[in-house]
């Protein structure tokens, strides 16, 4: 009986570990991207934190905007939404600008600074996410946002 209580425990604890170190680890949106060099999603439930910079180097780019992506390689149709949050200081008001979407989207909450989308993504199919901030002016490189895909919406 001990043998099999120690061997649960065991199995559990694994399994809490190997869940912790991939589900739940939040990448570091990397510096450049763009819409041909985006940060890339590993799937649902990943998500990046980030910021925004007024001067991007290069001029001829008056603002810092961030892409993302991720392609549906699990073999079939995924429902999902797409969560964003300038959690740090959501007056901000950075947001979602644009999504390119190989299937179906639509935004079910949109408050100040922060945002769900629904989306519906067909196997083998990609979507594109573009952020930036509503005003050129009110950007902040030190406040960061978190951007995520789950299976729930943001929380009003």
């Known amino acids: 009986m001990k043998l099999k209580k120690l061997i649960s425990t065991i199995g559990l604890t694994t399994c809490l570990l190997s869940m912790s170190s991939s589900a739940f680890a939040l990448g570091t949106a990397i510096e450049p991207d763009s819409i041909d060099s985006p940060n890339y999603f590993q799937g649902i439930y ?22 993302f992506q991720w392609t549906n390689d699990t073999g079939q149709g995924k429902a999902f939404y797409i969560n964003f949050d300038t959690y740090q200081n959501r007056s901000l008001d950075y947001q979602i600008q644009s999504l390119y ?7 079910v909450l949109k408050d100040t600074g922060r945002e769900s989308w629904y989306v519906y993504l067909p196997a083998g199919e990609k979507i594109k996410i573009h952020v930036s901030s509503q005003d050129a002016m009110r950007v902040d490189p030190n406040v960061k946002y978190r951007i995520s895909l789950s299976t729930h919406p943001l929380a009003y």
């Open 101 to 107: 979407v190989g299937g179906q989207s639509q935004q």
């Open 46 to 67: 990943d998500d990046f934190e980030g910021t925004l910079y007024k001067a991007y180097p290069e001029f001829e780019k008056p603002m810092d905007r961030d892409w």
